[in-house]
Every structure is written in structure tokens, then in C-alpha cells.
């Protein structure tokens, strides 16, 4: 799989993910005892590995451990995802253990997510750090009784969240030795033939104090202003039918001043910087209508195996 999919939206309807269920994972070869053991014991930990090919600094991504039973149209940009919450039907005496525990990975101008694990962007907007591999570890999801107490239920998923992010999901390693091995389409490869590979740092390798607000490095007016054409350019090509006229409008507003800014040729970066990040404050605030074109994902999802 190497996934591009929209930016993020208030309208949850915008990430790419494969979910990977238990059905999917025994099929494969995984013990099933093992795993409900996991479960069982209380301190289960499962870690997903990608490669990243493309990102930038806005890129997110997460990955999470649970019950299916839980997920809901919005499963993928909700901090977590409990059924009381989402509105599907639980078991009330079961609700406890519907949920997942969820991880993320992100470039240091994405204040979406406050975890401190960091994509690594060099000048030319290539995830690939001081290891030069362009793989990266997200920290373990947990796999305990308050998210999951059935294996019959359980589920794992990646996604991404934002528009200039291409990734290739790798594998998973679970805390006791078990492993999956995935192909580069997102489908399972195999069970326990994987290695965990040479990862770039999540740490920002920069130093930078305050990475929710600061880029990794400093661009030149030049490569801001073509950063700035570059989300110019996609927006303008953007298929609009799917969103609310009123967001729309934002965007068409917001493409103006854009175009305004880039065709000043002799700005500092900061400007550029400054028109490029107010464009993509309104084209993440853009609605979809209703219904979302996410709505259909729920009915691919069985509740249970």
C-alpha cells in the first residue's frame, strides 16, 4: 500500500487505513491463544512499522490497537473510539472493554496530535532521516482489558491523515515475540517472519525547543513560495462537489489571498510560510456534505468475527 489520501477534515471523513482483524490475523497463522493471552495479562503491547516515501510538515499518521466493535465513521481522527460514544450498540455490561489505545507519528508543524514521536522532513520534503532508511517505529498501542477483553473482537489499524504523506506499512510486533509480516498492498504477508528494521529517530533530530510550532528546518524564501504553489496548485484541482458551499466558499477566498501572496515574487518566508499555513487552516476546516463518503466503510466492517 502506498497510501495518499485527503487532508484531514472536521468532518472525519478524510484518512486512508487498513484494519486488520482477527479473523484476517488467524487466517494468517496467529495463535489465537497467544493473543487473548496478551489480552488477559494486562500488560499486552503491540508496535506497527512503516516506511515513509513522502511528507511534509503537516504529515500525521497513527496506529491502534482494539476492539472492531468500536470503530465508527470517525474512528480515525477521534483520540479514541468507545461505542457508548460512537453510537454503535454494545453489550452495556461489556462497554468497558470497547475501545482502542492509539498512537501517532507526526511532522513538527502538526499540532493535531500533542504526541512528541516526529517524522524526520530534510529540505526536500523526504521523511528520511540520519539513518537514511525512511522507516519508523510508532510507540506500542496496549492491548489490555479496558480497550479489548474479547480476541474474538480484536483489531488493529494505520492510518494516514494527511494529503502529502505516502507511507508503506511494514509489520507489527507484539510485545510476546509475535510478529506480522505485511506486503507492500497492506495485506497480510505472513505471521512471525518479520524483523524489526533499522528506524529513523522519532526524536527531532533538529534540537528544535518547540516543535509544535517550529518547522524542522529553515527554508528559504524560495522553497516556501514553492511550497505555497504547491497547495495552491492541488487545491485549485480538487474535486469540491463532495463539500458544503459554504467551505467552498472559504476555500475560494483563501486561494485568492494565497495567490496574492505567491504573486508577490520578492517576499520574506515568513510570508509565504504564514499564506501557505492559512490556506491549509481553511482546506482542513472543510465540511463534507451529508452523506460523508466515509459512511460506506461501516458497512464493510463486521461488529464481530
Not at 484494519?19 to 494468517?28: F, G, I, M, N, P
Not at 509480516?181 to 497492506?186: A, F, K, S, V
Request: hydrophobic fraction near 35%.
Amino acid at each position: 500500500m502506498v497510501r495518499q489520501p485527503p487532508r484531514s477534515t472536521l468532518s472525519s471523513s478524510s484518512a486512508a487505513s487498513d484494519v486488520y482483524k482477527r479473523q484476517e490475523l488467524v487466517k494468517a497463522g496467529m495463535d489465537e491463544t497467544k493473543l487473548q493471552a496478551l489480552i488477559d495479562n494486562g500488560g499486552g503491547k503491540v508496535t506497527a512499522y512503516v516506511h515513509m516515501g513522502k511528507a511534509d510538515a503537516y504529515s500525521w499518521m497513527s496506529a491502534r490497537s482494539g476492539s472492531v466493535n468500536a470503530f465508527s465513521a470517525d474512528h480515525l481522527t477521534r483520540d479514541s473510539y468507545i461505542g457508548s460514544e460512537s453510537g454503535v450498540t454494545v453489550d452495556e455490561a461489556n462497554k468497558k472493554g470497547i475501545g482502542a489505545s492509539n498512537k501517532y507519528l507526526r511532522a513538527a508543524k502538526c499540532t493535531k496530535q500533542s504526541s512528541g514521536n516526529y517524522i524526520q522532513i530534510n529540505q526536500d520534503e523526504e521523511p528520511i532521516g540520519s539513518a537514511a532508511t525512511g522507516n519508523y517505529e510508532f510507540p506500542a498501542c496496549g492491548i489490555t482489558t479496558s480497550k479489548i477483553q474479547k480476541v474474538v473482537n480484536f483489531s488493529l489499524s494505520i492510518a494516514i491523515n494527511t494529503t502529502n504523506t505516502e507511507a508503506t506499512p511494514l509489520g507489527f510486533i507484539f510485545s510476546d515475540g509475535t510478529s506480522v509480516t505485511l506486503n507492500t498492498d497492506g495485506t497480510i504477508a505472513g505471521v512471525n517472519d518479520f524483523t524489526k528494521p533499522v528506524c529513523e529517530s522519532a526524536a527531532l533530530e533538529s534540537g528544535a525547543v518547540s516543535p509544535a510550532r517550529t518547522p524542522m528546518i529553515q527554508m528559504t524564501a524560495a522553497d516556501a513560495r514553492k511550497n505555497l504553489k504547491k497547495s495552491i496548485d492541488y487545491l485549485k484541482a480538487m474535486d469540491t462537489s463532495r463539500y458544503q458551499d459554504s467551505s467552498v466558499s472559504d476555500l475560494q477566498k483563501a486561494l485568492t489571498t494565497a495567490q496574492a501572496a505567491y504573486d508577490v515574487t520578492d517576499s520574506k518566508n515568513s510570508v509565504y510560510i504564514a499564506a501557505r499555513n492559512a490556506l491549509e487552516k481553511v482546506h482542513c476546516c472543510l465540511l463534507y456534505t451529508s452523506p460523508s463518503p466515509r459512511d460506506g466503510l461501516l458497512s464493510r466492517m463486521p461488529s464481530s468475527a
